[in-house]
């Protein structure tokens, strides 16, 4: 019999939040689902929905405290908001940097730090939602790849942090899924002519933003098979690893880019392949 537990998950509206949220449901929890301001498409009397501006660090304690003062407790934080940049290094305005560095990598660590107070007593899971795109980068997604690399370093150390308090870290790297990030969910910076070349053969197009069927997703891993793996792994409170690689694909591209890593190290790796 599944214990209820009280879970926190920020960006519900779609994709693999939503995923979350129905599933912890079926499986007897109580959710508080944060989104920009749209409503969720569920509604459940264990199911409570709040907007949240995440590059505010004060509405941030301010959520995980109306969760518990809706709840009575707090087990589990997903901080899976975020969403995706293209723009070559050089194309990426101050604003535009400045807005992704705010919602990919600090919203997870104001929500993380007003977490853990609540979770001490007790015991909890912090799980930060990443990508292979952590381990890797490639071009045009650099300021992405900045924000999740930044995600886990700063995990990593909580995860040593908070241990010892019985609170659990958990860093999630997750290959494609099947939802809108890659389309509807994606941003654009404005490009330069001098990149189209490059763009072309990494993108398969030039064009930028590029056009997308409404509701059309980019293909990979369902979500729901996603959220009953990190469901699952919430449920097994030993002998889990930090990092969590979930997705068809995703084991495969963190082993090549390791392996191009090592190689690097080695000064083995001509400069034209260095990721």
């Known amino acids: ?28 929890h109580r959710v508080v689902a944060t989104t920009r301001g749209s409503a969720l498409p569920v509604s459940h009397p264990r199911l409570t929905v709040f907007p949240l501006d995440l590059t505010d660090r004060a509405a941030c304690h301010q959520a995980v ?39 990919d990598l600090l919203g997870p660590l104001w929500l993380s730090q007003a977490a853990l107070p609540r979770m001490r ?39 040593a942090e908070a241990a010892p308090m019985g609170v659990r870290v958990t860093i999630a790297e997750i290959g494609a899924m099947d939802t ?31 056009d997308s069927e409404p509701g059309a997703t980019g293909g990979g891993t369902p979500p729901d098979a996603v959220a009953a793996q990190l469901l699952a792994h919430v449920a097994r409170r030993s002998g889990s690893p930090l990092r969590l690689v979930l997705g068809e694909d995703a ?10 890593r090592q190689q ?12």
């Not at 908001?81 to 807005?99: M, N, S």
């Not at 084991?251 to 191009?260: C, F, G, H, P, R």
């Open 1 to 28: 019999m599944t214990t209820e537990q009280t879970w926190l998950i920020t960006g519900a509206s779609g994709g693999l939040g939503l995923a979350l949220v129905q599933r912890a449901l079926a499986e007897g």
């Open 65 to 103: 405290d109306d969760a518990v003062r809706a709840t009575g407790r707090l087990d589990a934080l997903v901080n899976n908001a975020g969403y995706g940049l293209v723009g070559a290094v050089e194309e990426v305005t101050e604003d535009e940097a400045r807005a992704i560095l705010e919602v």
């Open 121 to 159: 007593a007790g015991g909890g899971d912090i799980v930060q939602i990443s990508s292979v795109g952590a381990v890797g980068s490639m071009p045009f997604f650099g300021l992405y790849n900045a924000a999740k690399w930044g995600l886990e370093g700063f995990s990593e150390a909580l995860a």
């Open 180 to 210: 809108q990030w890659a389309t509807a969910g994606m941003q654009f910076s404005s490009p330069l002519d001098a990149y189209d070349t490059l763009r072309e053969g990494v993108l398969g197009t030039a064009e930028v933003p590029w």
């Open 251 to 260: 084991a495969d591209q963190i082993s090549s880019v390791l392996d191009l």
């Open 264 to 275: 690097d190290y080695a000064g083995q790796l001509p400069p034209s392949t260095r990721e």
